[in-house]
């Protein structure tokens, strides 16, 4: 019998293979069986999802996107994989205060809803984000971590929020902030402090503390902090996780409670720096090629670097394993055909005082009345922190705030010669947690000056010492996030750091 493509010889062939008699009549009847079979197996067919097991929630925004966009996942099923995981582990981590569970699933069930009517708002489109508790979400309360909040329901979202929902994000709760964002982990608070998920008994960096436990916990992709001294940033160097300090002004602070206005910044915490500059763009509002997700994936063959290795290298605070993870991860730039020469900033212990004064002296002025009229609103170690402010006169802060400009001047200058700087972040891993809550303890950082400069800074993970991450500052030019977007990704794509994460409880 010759071969041939119609559904009969399909079937006679099939038959005499395997040695199956029929009459004609029996053939009649499989191969108009077989047609419809063949026929109705031919054309696309809408599939329902499979069902999600926890694994999709450590797959990349970009692929969570796709996956929503083909059929094969719905925003709920991602929603309801993300509460479950909440639920176990964020029993050890304690970086929720709050889940929106109902919210969130109303909130998915309409993103599924957008898509299939072609409705697209963007990579954010169906994904769960989590938000630092200085930030309004209507009729949730913002507590801030302080006593006095608990019940200060928020009236309106904050635009930020307002933003994130019109790009169709879910906003899945409210996460862990040191009291009034100042200092910390504390038991005084109204919530107990979050647990960083690579070492439960070390901290997670402060304030926006949550943030980072969530996304190194695995229970969101990206999250929004503040960063008025470092908050993105120090959270990030000790748990492992990307953060981005935008520009100043860049991303709106309306609905978000003031530390110290001339250095409070808003940014994401992301699993990765793609997610963080996805997430950003759609904070800011920024289209085009002003977008920080814009360079991702271009070279960085013959841009400069100026490595501000005094900043860190030589101070007895910093440890080797410091110093030796910002070199090899400088080299790793190098290699991929970066132009590195060493560049000496200003006196890092200038800068850290006079920005100190500049944010004990407004965050006074902001809480003075509350502080006489309603101490016991407060714990006691952010009383006595913000309290701090009284003892600073008009001068010295006048003083602190030329210091500031003149760094702001260096800075500038600097970049005027290189794409961007990199340094250290912190100068140690994260310490262990206990002397904490004893006592406000300094934690060795090189974060405070780029909030008075206001020039954009990428945290990246770059090492690990003993089980616990170590983390780079890279320094861009005002609104220039694409290109240090551009080398933290570069530096990403070459190395695995981003990818670890700890063991789950």
């Keep these: ?77 991602l929603t309801r994989a993300t509460l479950d995981r909440i639920a176990v582990r964020d029993k050890t981590y304690l970086s929720f205060y709050a889940v929106l569970e109902e919210a969130a699933l109303a909130d998915a069930a309409r993103a599924d809803e957008d898509l299939a009517a072609g409705l697209d708002r963007g990579l954010l489109h169906g994904i769960p984000v989590g938000i630092k508790d200085l930030i309004d979400v209507a ?17 309106q979202d904050a635009e930020l929020v307002r933003r994130l929902r019109t790009g169709g994000a879910i906003i899945i709760g409210k996460l862990a902030t040191y009291e009034w964002a100042t200092v910390g982990p504390d038991k005084s608070g109204l919530f107990p402090p979050a647990k960083n998920p690579w070492r439960l008994d070390h901290i997670t960096g402060g304030s926006s503390s949550g943030c980072a436990a969530a996304v190194a916990g695995g229970l ?29 002004g860049l991303v709106p602070t ?42 991702l994936g271009e070279p960085v063959s013959g841009l400069r670097i100026g490595y501000a290795r005094n900043w860190f290298a030589h101070d007895s605070q910093t440890m080797p394993a410091v110093t030796a993870a910002l070199d090899a991860a400088v080299s790793v730039l190098s290699g991929q055909g970066a132009l590195v020469s060493e560049v000496e900033m200003p006196d890092h212990a200038t800068i850290e005082v006079a920005v100190a004064a500049i944010l004990h002296a407004e965050s006074f002025k902001l809480h003075a009345k509350a ?15 913000l309290a701090a402010g009284l003892s600073l006169s008009e001068t010295e802060v006048e003083k602190a705030r030329a210091i500031g400009a003149s760094f702001r001047r260096d800075v500038d200058e600097l970049l ?11 100068l140690t891993t994260a310490l262990p947690a206990a002397p904490f809550e004893e006592e406000a303890v300094w934690t060795p950082m090189r974060t405070i000056g780029f909030n008075v400069s206001g020039h954009p800074v990428l945290a990246v993970p770059v090492g690990f010492h003993d089980g616990l991450p170590i983390g780079m500052q890279i320094i861009g030019r005002h609104y220039a996030e694409a290109r240090i ?14 990818v670890q994460r700890p063991s789950p409880p």
């Excluded at 926890?54 to 925004?61: A, R």
């Excluded at 997430?279 to 977008?291: A, F, H, K, P, Q």
């Excluded at 309603?374 to 170690?381: K, L, P, T």
């Excluded at 005027?416 to 912190?426: E, M, N, P, Q």
């Design 1 to 77: 019998m010759m071969r041939d493509s119609a559904p009969k010889s399909r079937i006679e062939v099939a038959l005499e293979r395997h040695g199956l008699k029929v009459s004609a009549k029996e053939a009649d009847g499989l191969t108009q069986l077989a047609t419809w079979m063949h026929e109705g197996l031919s054309g696309p067919v809408p599939l329902s999802p499979a069902p999600v097991g926890s694994d999709c929630l450590d797959l990349p925004i970009a692929e969570l996107a796709a996956r929503l966009r083909d059929g094969r996942l719905t925003s709920v099923a």
């Design 139 to 155: 009729g949730v309360p913002t507590t801030a971590n302080t006593p006095g909040r608990a019940k200060a329901v928020a009236a």
């Design 485 to 498: 977007a551009q080398f933290g990704h570069a530096f990403e794509q070459a190395t695995d750091f981003s």
């Design 220 to 248: 969101v992709r990206t999250s929004i902090g503040t960063d008025t001294g470092g908050s993105v940033r120090g959270p990030s160097f000790y748990c492992g996780t990307v953060g981005l300090k935008p520009t100043f």
């Design 371 to 385: 502080l006489r009229e309603h101490a016991e609103s407060y714990g006691r170690r952010a009383f006595l922190s």
């Design 416 to 426: 005027g010669y290189h794409d961007v700087l990199i340094t250290a972040g912190a």
């Design 254 to 295: 309306s609905g978000v409670l003031d530390l110290a206005p001339s250095l409070d910044h808003v940014g994401p915490i992301s699993a990765t720096v793609a997610e963080a500059a996805i997430t950003l763009d759609v904070l800011s509002g920024r289209n085009g090629e002003g977008r920080a997700a814009s360079r």
